[in-house]
Each structure stands twice: as structure tokens, then as C-alpha cells.
């Protein structure tokens, strides 16, 4: 294979083998995606790495207009927008709201999120993006612009989030949406879905139409995602529970219902009043079914998508993967709510190099832990100290059966509850995880969180600030470098700030923000082949008070040995940055911009009168056709 065609796990599989030795998967041809996994792929990036600076373009200054701001010798182009049809036959987009939910299952979808690129088998030039719509902008997709009025309002959502998978393919260096291609495919809050795991067939799970809990119609919420290495996509639901709501405003709210955040009047979706499937009133387990990680082949359009319920489930962020010494599977996981958890999944199995579809259920056996951090030291510019890894398995740790804890699916049915039971450390919101594909430290954002230190929620080891408004980035290094440990060691990487408006701790950030290169809440998170730290903004792009001088949402890159971070990219008016894949050969970036003009005020990618802003998936290359960012 050519080296370009490797990725990030790629790299990262072949430099654990240096670690494993001969062991399970020395001597193998890993498949991933298709491609197998060169010998000497590692040696030239690595390389290249050292002789040279890791960042290797011109800081951009902060951006308050509404499009997209690269350093010089940078250009982007939009690679596909909401409502651009998937197929020839599909309504074309007519920028007023006016499609229907017929129309709408035959377009790309809403705000765009997590991406996963796959690279085709035996064609440099052809791949899949597989790419998540979170949730929809009514304000947009709707022609009245306010919340669902009818059922087809509804239907027009459901049709609108989820995952869309698109062919692109490779012309004259650049990367382009082949419409049309048989391998486009929208998946939304309506298509069948298997439930495999611990929690199949659990009586939480059953409803009127499904009354052996087996299978659930949709995925929807679908905030990151995750590529695993054989070649599937794992896209994970965020805040499923603001799609539910309840016909009886006076509905006593269970403690579990409370703890996973319903509300009855929905959060901004309105959802339940015309499908009553998210009635809560009346069809409560339905919500139990939402709020998993869901894996999705993309190669087959016919495949029928699986959600792998061993992995917990909580308001998922992304699922970062990675391979233990011994050749098991591990994933790190966020749950992005004030005060929940870190979490990481290891197989029971061993990752096969040999048969990639012998890992088609890996995902379903395993162990879940989450973390606990120690108090630390306390160092206000770079706090360090240790943490572990807490099982949640039925019958340890105190999850019994007189608990609500009887079975491994009444765990992880209930996550959050067992988590909190062991004694795990609550977080200032975990957003991504990425692993360092060189030394396999991990990195978290920790976007922010204005609750720490009221309440219930005191300032502890890697949540040092209370009112935390700015976020940090977080990293531990596992024990013995084996992401199987059960211990590690962390510290915090950066602390975000604005040295300008608050001189002096804590709010300054740490040492390597200043005037030119600050933000607020980090979020998205990904590294490149060369080492270099990727993250992506969801913060407040007021550009004044606090956040005076930050300007739009925006994408920073870091090295990850010297601490330094440069501005890269700037987002329109009102956007969110979020999502982002790389071309195998590192040349192509593909960013998400999510929801431009969400309060008004962008008109991003269209530029036209009349025409309503809608979320975008750009690709980014260099003039001279250069590596991204080196
Ligand atoms: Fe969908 Fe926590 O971001
Ligand atoms: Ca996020
Ligand atoms: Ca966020
Ligand atoms: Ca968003």
C-alpha cells in the first residue's frame, strides 16, 4: 500500500507493535479500511517530525467575520453543505426551508459533527466520509423558522440528524462529493437499528413496538464519533434527552429520568408532542434506548447499523480508540454534562490483524471503567498527580443487586448512577479524547463548567478553577504505558484563559496563552501522523468581556512536546468548529462548521440574498500542496 493511504490508528497500532514485540500483533498485515498496513509507514512522518518545527504556518489573528480565516498560503472550499442532495434524483436545496421531510432523507443532513474518512481498498483516489448530523437548527430547517408545529415538522428533524455517509474522490489533488454514488446513505432517527450487548433484550428496553428490546428505530444527538481498525464507524449520541418530553406536565420525574436530564417540556425540540414515541408519559423506556454508541459499516449501504450498549451509556462525546500492549481494544470515552464522568471500554478479545471481520462483535465483551483523579499537587500553572480506573461491572465495586445493580445491562442502562456509586471523579463537562499516536498519552477537553465550586461541585485536582468559563485540556499517561492499566498519571496540559481582560490566576490561562492565541472551551480533538494537537472551539464568540479578543469559534494546533498552540483557522458568525478528518496523506483537512449564523448574522457558505447559513463540511489544503499545518 502507499504510505499516504495510512491513518492515525494505523500509525498507532504499528507503534504499539514496537511495544508488544513479537506478540499478538507482530508479523500480521493489519486491514483497516481496507488498506493494509505498511512496515516502514511510521519511519517517514516521524522523521519528518524531527527535523523540522512542528508548527510550521503563521499565527491568524481573531475573527469576528463571517467566514472562513486561514494563515497565508491556505485555501478552503466547501465539500458538502445541509440540504445538498445525495443523489441525482433528490430535491435540489432551495435555501428557504421549504423541502419536505421527503426531500430531507434525500439530502445531506444538519449540523454536521464528528467525521470519519475511509479510505478505498485498492484506489488512492476514491474513499467514504462518514459524517454526523448532531441536531437541527429550526430556526433554518423549518420554513416558519420556530419550533415543530406538526407532525411533519417532526419527521423533517428526524430526517435532518444522524449520519450521513458520502463518496468523495480524489481530482486534480482535490478531494470532491460524488453525488449519486451507490454508497451514499443517510442514517436518521427513524431507520432500524440493532441493540447488541448487555442491554439487549433487558426489560428497560422493551416498548409496545419492540417487545423484546431488541431494536430501536434511529440514532439521533450524534455528537462525535470514533473509526475503529476494522473499518467501521462509531458515531456516539450526545444529548439524546432533549429529544423527549411529556404529554403530562405533571408527571413525577424519576430519579434516573432526572439524572440523565429530561425535562417535560423537551429541550428545544417539542418532539413529543406529535410523535409520541418520545412521550415519556407514555412510552418511558423509549429513552433508554437512546444514548449509546452506534457502529455503522460504511462499505455496506445495506448493513443495518448496531449499537453496542457494553460501552455505556451516557450523553457520549466521541470514543477515542487505541490498542493495549496485549492487543485488546480500548476506548476512551467523555460524558459532556457538568459533573459527569471519563470513562474507558477494553475487549475481552484480542483485536484480530489477521480477519477483520472477526471483530465485527469485539465491542460487546469487555470491561467499563471510569476515573478517579486524585487531588493533585495543586500547582496552579500545571497541576499533576495520579488517578485509576474504577470497574463497573455487576457485582464489584459495590454494584449489587440490592443497588439496582443486578445485571451487567442494569449497569450499563444506568451508567451515570453506577459511576457515581464507585466514587468516580466529576469533571468539568469531558468533550474529545485523542491519543498521542507517538508516546499514547491521552488528551481530554474539559470545555468548561460556571458550576464548579457552587454547591455540590468544589474545585478538585484536574477541576482547579471555580467558575470555570475558559475549559482546560487535560492528559494522563497510562502506568507502564499500556492503556489497559488500571492506574496513570495526569496532568493539565493548558489551562485556557484571557491574559488581557484578567492578568494573573487563575483566569489568565496558563503560560502558553497570550493576547495572539487565546480562546475558550476546547472541544473537538484529533492528532495528525506528524504528533500535532488538533482542537477545536465551541465557545462564546461575543468577543467581549471575558471573552474580549477571542472572536468566532475557532481551530488551534499544538505541540504537544513544547506546549506551544497557534491559531489555525477561524469560523464564521455564530458557528461551532467541530468535526474534523484527515486525508491519508495529510494534505487534505476536512473541518466541520456547524450551525453558522445560529443567532443570525451569517449568510456562511452561500453568500447570497435570501439564502439561510447552513452547517458545512469544508476541506482545507495548502497552495502548494503541502502537509497541513506543517
Ligand atoms: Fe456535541 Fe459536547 O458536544
Ligand atoms: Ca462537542
Ligand atoms: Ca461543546
Ligand atoms: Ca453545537
Known amino acids: 500500500m502507499h504510505d499516504e493511504q495510512m491513518t492515525d490508528l494505523e500509525r498507532l497500532v504499528l507503534s504499539r507493535r514496537r511495544f508488544i514485540g513479537a506478540g499478538a500483533l507482530a508479523g500480521a498485515a493489519l486491514f483497516l479500511g481496507g488498506g493494509t498496513l505498511g512496515r516502514n509507514a511510521l519511519a517517514e512522518p516521524l522523521a519528518a517530525a524531527r527535523s523540522r518545527p512542528l508548527l510550521g504556518f503563521a499565527n491568524v489573528p481573531a475573527s469576528s467575520a463571517d467566514t472562513v480565516t486561514l494563515p497565508p498560503g491556505y485555501r478552503f472550499r466547501p465539500l458538502i453543505s445541509w440540504g445538498q442532495p445525495l443523489h441525482a434524483d433528490g430535491a435540489p436545496y432551495r435555501g428557504d426551508g421549504s423541502h419536505s421531510a421527503a426531500e430531507q432523507l434525500g439530502q445531506f443532513g444538519d449540523n454536521n459533527d464528528g467525521m470519519g474518512f475511509f479510505p478505498w481498498p485498492d484506489d488512492p483516489d476514491r474513499a467514504l466520509l462518514a459524517i454526523n448530523n448532531e441536531y437541527v437548527n429550526y430556526r433554518y430547517l ?64 422493551r416498548t409496545a413496538a419492540d417487545p423484546q428490546g431488541i431494536e430501536v428505530l434511529g ?17 456516539c449520541e450526545e444529548n439524546f434527552s432533549d429529544c423527549f418530553g411529556s404529554s403530562d406536565a405533571g408527571l413525577a420525574l424519576t430519579p434516573d429520568q432526572q439524572r440523565y436530564g429530561v425535562e417535560h417540556a423537551s429541550v428545544g425540540n417539542d418532539w413529543h408532542r406529535f410523535d409520541e414515541r418520545f412521550d415519556i408519559a407514555r412510552h418511558p423506556n423509549e429513552l433508554h434506548r437512546h444514548g449509546w454508541i452506534t457502529e455503522i459499516d460504511p462499505f455496506d449501504p445495506n448493513s443495518r447499523p448496531v449499537k453496542r450498549t457494553a460501552l455505556g451509556r451516557f450523553k457520549h462525546e466521541n470514543a477515542a480508540l487505541t490498542i493495549s500492549r496485549d492487543g485488546r481494544v480500548v476506548v476512551y470515552m467523555g460524558d459532556d454534562e457538568r459533573g459527569e464522568f471519563i470513562y474507558k471500554f477494553v475487549t475481552r478479545d484480542r483485536l484480530n490483524t489477521r480477519d477483520p471481520r472477526a471483530n465485527r462483535d469485539i465491542l460487546d465483551h469487555g470491561s467499563l471503567y471510569v476515573a478517579r483523579f486524585d487531588a493533585g499537587d495543586g500547582d496552579p500553572q500545571q497541576p499533576r498527580g495520579r488517578g485509576r480506573w474504577i470497574e463497573l461491572s455487576a457485582g464489584k465495586n459495590g454494584l449489587t443487586a440490592e443497588r439496582g445493580f443486578a445485571s451487567q445491562g442494569d449497569v450499563v442502562i444506568r451508567t451515570r448512577q453506577a ?9 468539568d463537562r469531558p468533550e474529545w479524547i485523542a491519543v498521542n499516536p507517538h508516546d499514547g498519552q491521552v488528551y481530554c477537553t474539559l470545555t468548561n463548567n460556571h458550576k464548579r465550586g457552587s454547591g455540590d461541585l468544589p474545585v478538585d485536582g484536574p477541576n482547579p478553577r471555580a467558575n470555570n468559563i475558559y475549559g482546560q485540556i487535560l492528559r494522563w499517561r497510562e502506568d507502564g504505558d499500556d492503556a489497559a492499566a488500571g492506574e496513570f498519571a495526569w496532568d493539565l496540559y493548558l489551562i485556557a484563559g484571557n491574559p488581557v481582560v484578567h492578568p494573573g490566576t487563575p483566569n ?52 504537544p512536546r513544547s ?27 476536512f473541518v466541520g462548521i456547524q450551525h453558522p449564523g445560529e443567532e443570525g448574522g451569517s449568510s456562511f457558505p452561500d453568500h447570497q440574498p435570501g439564502m439561510r447559513p447552513r452547517s458545512t463540511v469544508i476541506a482545507i489544503t495548502r497552495e502548494d500542496g503541502g502537509v497541513i499545518g506543517a
Open 142 to 205: 423549518l420554513a416558519h423558522g420556530h419550533l415543530p408545529q406538526s407532525l411533519e415538522d417532526v419527521r423533517k428533524a428526524q430526517a435532518a440528524v444522524g449520519v450521513t455517509v458520502i463518496e468523495v474522490q480524489r481530482k486534480g489533488g482535490e478531494w470532491r462529493f460524488v453525488q449519486g454514488s451507490p454508497y451514499n446513505r443517510r442514517i436518521h432517527a427513524n431507520l432500524p437499528i440493532s441493540i447488541s450487548g448487555p442491554a439487549r433484550g433487558h426489560e428497560l428496553l
Open 563 to 589: 506546549g506551544e498552540i497557534r491559531r489555525f483557522m477561524v469560523g464564521p458568525v455564530g458557528c461551532e468548529v467541530t468535526g474534523l478528518a484527515f486525508a491519508p496523506d495529510y494534505r487534505t483537512l
Open 219 to 235: 440514532t439521533f444527538q450524534n455528537c462525535a464519533s470514533g473509526r475503529t481498525p476494522w473499518g467501521t464507524y462509531l458515531t
Open 419 to 427: 459511576a457515581s456509586l464507585v466514587g468516580a471523579t466529576r469533571m
Open 508 to 559: 489568565a490561562g496558563s503560560s502558553q496563552i497570550n493576547a495572539d492565541n487565546m480562546f475558550n472551551s476546547p472541544d473537538g480533538l484529533g492528532f495528525d501522523a506528524d504528533g500535532r494537537l488538533w482542537v477545536l472551539t465551541d465557545g462564546k464568540y461575543s468577543d467581549s468581556g471575558d471573552f474580549a479578543g477571542m472572536g468566532n469559534n475557532q481551530m488551534l494546533c499544538a505541540d
